[in-house]
């Protein structure tokens, strides 16, 4: 009997000695503590959509178009997705946008240091890829991953370079590359491009496959754009080119029933 | 920088294609091992060390972390002279920090990467230098002039022909009573297609062997010098005319 009178509430609704600390809204799962941002996984939110990859004799293409998406919306339509490392090595990412600068700007940095030691060495694509694998596997150890799909693609030692690294840390190299829905829609053709060259595509006929295959994806994805920028790496160093654009041909919309 | 010179000698040369080191390991009574003198460091980067064994372990340490932290990022090999200005950042901190010492320990370093092969001295003083060739430790000073001499066959030698001359030059630093033996010996070779091997032990004697071949129809040459305070160790020496020790003529080390 005297262990209940102890065990009365302090005031109605207030904490009662000896129990758990039981306090308004404890159970309540709309209320978010502040650490919960930080041990959540995040959310993108500015995004790119998919970029190709693909190794020609000589070198490598990339391809992204220059939309920044805003969930359905296509808000930044004038966004860079590729950057060049140095002169052996440029990436691009799918994925949020924010993390792409983060990535950039990190990278950036590493090449001002290795120009500052100015002793005659500097990253190679592998190296590049290397890094960016560590980085990405070890940020969604965290729990705190950056939301990207990166392509790193280079031409190093008579060699060409092509890897593909995943926000969870999957990291590969492949003649060709594709994120997003790339994955499903041009990486069949790019596959078939190589296969019927066998493994010997020429600098024409990969930059032909990869401007049919961003045509391909203006059609079919709905969060692409028609604006894009194609980059090339060989000996000769690298060449990011102006935006340009598919020609599209709309025709098969005469046949089309039911969106009149 | 005097534990280095009381240190037993080591020496360090290269070619086009190819570094080798090889050192004397002393005992300090017959009860005891000779004390090992190479280390690896990893596969394209071997040490060799005089002076404070202990500051060496600490500071090949340092290098091994260094060397397989790089390749964990960057999964290529850690190229010798940023190793090397590493070592030299970290050792500079305790030459002018109150209450700390210098490392006492001259590191050479023998590594090759991308840009071919490297000798590297480092000293206690945190300086290092990119040599050709070098040898530090007691007694070097007529291992380096044996060095100066034969400096440009060095580029074209087969890694035996330099361990050759390694040795050769090793043992101008031998007090007369003393010679090369599989027990006093090491040898490490890293190079062009060659990951990093040290020979320790009976493994030394390959290379012992070519020497032997050589001795035969080698001139012994003159020692041109001697150290402070070791008058008549060395055979054919002149002692000094005045009584007083000749300056040392040892790399100077700016402190």
Partial sequence: VIMADLMQPFWQGGPSPGLFYEYPGKWSS????????????????????????????????????????????ARFRNVSRVMKVNDSTILSAAGDYADFQFIKAEIEQMVIDEEVLNDGFFMSPGAVHSWMTRMLYHRRSKFDPLWNSVTVAGFYNGESFLGSVDKIGIAFKSASVASGFGAYLAQPLMRKAIEDNGDNLSYEKARHVIEECLKVLYY????????????VVTKDGVKIEKPSSSKPDWNVANVVRGFE | MEAVKQGSATIGLKSKTHAVLVAL?????????????????????????????????????????????????????????????????KTQTPTQRYGRRPFGVGILVAGFDEKGPHIYQTCPSANYYNCKAMAIGSRSQSARTYLERHLNEFADCTPEELVRHGLTA???????????????????VVGEGQDLVAYEDEQVSIFLDLLEEKRSSRNVPAPQQQEAGQVGELPGLVPPVSGQPREDEEQPMDM
């Fill in chain 1, 30 to 73: 709309d209320v978010a503590s502040p650490s919960d941002a930080r041990n959540r996984t995040s959310q993108p939110t500015v995004t790119g959509t998919s970029v190709l990859g693909l190794k020609f004799t000589g070198g490598v293409i990339i391809a992204a178009d220059t939309l920044g998406s805003y969930g359905s919306m």
């Fill in chain 1, 220 to 231: 079919r994805d709905a969060r692409s754009y028609n604006r894009y920028e194609i980059a």
């Fill in chain 2, 25 to 89: 390991k002393r005992a300090q009574s017959d009860l005891i091992a000779h004390q090992k003198k190479i280390e690896k460091i990893s596969p394209h980067i071997g040490i060799s060390i005089s002076g404070l064994t202990s500051d060496a372990r600490s500071l090949g340490n340092y290098m091994r972390s260094e060397c397989m932290h790089h390749e964990f990022l960057f999964n290529t090999r850690l190229p010798v002279s940023r190793l090397v200005a590493a070592v030299g950042d």
């Fill in chain 2, 170 to 188: 090793l043992r101008e630093t031998l007090p007369s009573e003393q010679e090369l033996s599989v027990k006093n010996c090491s040898v490490a």
